[in-house]
């Protein structure tokens, strides 16, 4: 298959609510993006994925849509999301948008007209009889059950997420050719692609209990293609929780036709406690995420493309999760983005993470703005458990940690908006030493390790294309080679605050990226610092 432009792309995630305001009402909006297109191009990345920008009632911020082809009012107008798409362009940078069609908001059009007994449109959602009470027993991933009661009509209808969120019946093929046209719509304003939401919830049966992965899920990735992505040079990104080594490329062998690349989740689980909840904790055990990220290298077949992330607005900081925020933070910051961006596949950075931007604590529930935290923390008190407890889990997995403001200066609210106005949300109280004016101002710092990153990407195709191969090492030493025509490059990081010395025999000739300034020749008995973490061409 000839090379296609997302394969060596970088891209990066901007959660619009949090970027920058440009007009003074403490929300973040197109034109703020607009603005800051110079600083993401000197980031030097490909591709903005934006969270959803859609008329919306913000439920779920945006993730429930009430007009797929009009633009939230407090984002801007469609006027300037044509402006964001062109000045884009002209930077190099492409536009892929969110479109979230396995449900929309209760204040679609649709949805009213469908409980307003409009049959026609009651057939676009999923409505049962309460003859026998609740249909099953499916709940919500934001807790309780999936099916919410119209008692007007004596019926039930279905909802994987909020209540306000009720799922689309993608059985029905005018649901279908409705989202065909979304698609075609937004391709004619000259996105470059789409990130599509919880995409392998679509061909759900929810009488059978069938959710992710459903009979009719590739059928309808297949007309999805046929009817708007074949003949054109656009990405799709399938966001698909549940997804395996084995599975991926049932979406993305592009002998299916189906989609480009996918979201794997398997990595974000490894601090959960097995099969219980994502507010479960366990300390990160850096075997298993060796493990779980070579297997992704290794095992997903040629035809099939990954990507590769350790953020989004749905997952707390890595830096916070998985670093070492307090005692290394540049060290450990470096070390997370060497370790993921040396690896096969198309990296995405969330907003910030350039930055070294951190999770913020919060001491009261009064500060949480999640739809999915707030309904943890309701069903937990419910239950009884301490406030301590519930508050311990939201500030380390709840979703709010990735969405405070972006940090662009030491200002009064960081740049991101005008310093007598109140931000939608707080800025994190560190601001004044982690920001953008900060990081670009010091040439060791974070972003300029994103900004090598990007670049070498874009140098060697040994990044893009080389097989992987893990090395054994000690528990704590996470080192790989990357192998492409003849040349094979080391990736080596101590993933501990303890320093260690590495046995790998080898022999460096040139040193391409490290996070302690340091030329690399013998490796075999180097003693590595907390972090340490460097890549090499070995001779
Ligand atoms: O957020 C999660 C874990 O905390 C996930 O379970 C998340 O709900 C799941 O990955 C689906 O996410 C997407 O769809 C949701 C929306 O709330 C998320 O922001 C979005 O990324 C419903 O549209
Ligand atoms: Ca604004």
Redesign the pocket.
Same mark, same amino acid.
């Given at each position: 298959m000839k090379p296609k432009w997302w394969q060596q792309s970088v891209f990066y995630q901007i959660y619009p609510r949090s970027f920058q305001d440009s007009n003074n009402d403490g929300i973040g909006d197109l034109n703020g993006i607009s603005a800051r297109l110079p600083y993401l191009a000197k980031l030097g990345i490909d591709a903005i994925w934006l969270s959803p920008v859609f008329a919306s009632p913000n439920v +779920?911020n945006g993730?429930d849509v009430s007009d797929y082809c009009a633009i939230m009012p407090e984002f801007g107008t469609m006027t300037e999301m044509e402006n964001l798409i062109a000045a884009a362009k002209e930077v190099g940078i492409k536009i892929i948008i969110d479109l979230?069609v396995?449900?929309t908001s209760n204040e679609h059009p649709w949805f009213k007209k469908a409980l307003a007994g409009d049959m026609h449109y009651k057939n676009y959602y999923i409505f049962r009889s309460d003859k026998n009470g609740l249909p099953n027993d499916l709940n919500s991933?934001f807790g309780g059950s999936a099916w919410e009661h119209v008692p007007e009509t004596k019926e039930y209808y279905f909802h994987l997420?909020a209540k306000e969120?009720p799922d689309l019946n993608w059985e029905n093929p005018a649901v279908r050719k409705e989202v065909w046209q979304i698609m075609n719509f937004w391709l004619e304003k000259g996105v470059g692609g789409f990130r599509l +939401?919880?995409i392998e919830l679509i061909g759900k049966i929810p009488d059978q209990k069938i959710i992710g992965d459903g009979p009719n899920l590739h059928p309808y990735l297949k007309e999805m293609y046929q009817e708007v992505l074949a003949g054109r040079d656009v990405v799709t990104i399938g966001?698909t929780?549940g997804v395996t080594p084995l599975t991926a490329p049932l979406y993305t062998d592009p002998k299916r036709k189906e989609l480009a690349m996918i979201f794997q989740?398997q990595h974000m689980a490894l601090d959960e406690v097995p099969k219980t909840s994502?507010w479960n904790l366990k300390p990160l055990a850096v075997p298993e995420l060796k493990t779980v990220l070579s297997r992704w290298q290794t095992e997903l077949p040629k035809e099939a493309w990954n990507s590769l992330f350790w953020s989004?607005?749905?997952?707390p900081r890595i830096l916070s999760r998985w670093g070492n925020a307090d005692g290394y933070p540049t060290e450990s910051s470096k070390m997370l983005a060497i370790l993921l961006h040396m690896m096969k596949g198309t990296p995405f950075i969330y907003q910030g993470e350039e930055l070294g931007m951190t999770n913020q604590k919060i001491t009261q529930v009064s500060q949480l703005d999640d739809i999915?935290s707030i309904h943890y923390y309701e069903a937990e008190k419910a239950k009884g458990t301490p406030v301590a407890t519930i508050l311990q889990a939201i500030n380390t997995?709840g979703?709010d940690n990735a969405r405070t403001p972006m940090q662009w200066n030491s200002n009064k609210n960081a740049g991101f908006t005008d310093e007598n106005v109140t931000p939608w949300y707080p800025i994190n109280s560190n601001f004044q030493a982690v920001n953008a004016d900060n990081r670009l101002a010091d040439d060791n710092s974070i972003f300029y390790t994103y900004q090598k990153l990007i670049q070498l990407r874009k140098k060697y195709p040994l990044i893009v294309w080389g097989d992987y191969q893990l090395l054994a090492t000690a528990e704590t030493i996470f080192a790989y080679t990357r192998s492409y025509k003849g040349e094979t490059w080391l990736i080596c990081a101590n993933f501990s605050d303890q320093k260690q010395t590495i046995s790998l025999p080898y022999h460096a000739k040139k040193t391409i990226i490290a996070n302690y300034a340091h030329e690399y020749h013998k490796l075999n008995g180097l003693t590595l610092r907390p972090y340490e973490t460097f890549v090499v061409a070995l001779g």
């Open positions: +779920d993730y979230v396995n449900h991933f997420f969120q +939401d919880v966001e929780g989740f994502k989004n607005h749905d997952q999915e997995k979703r």
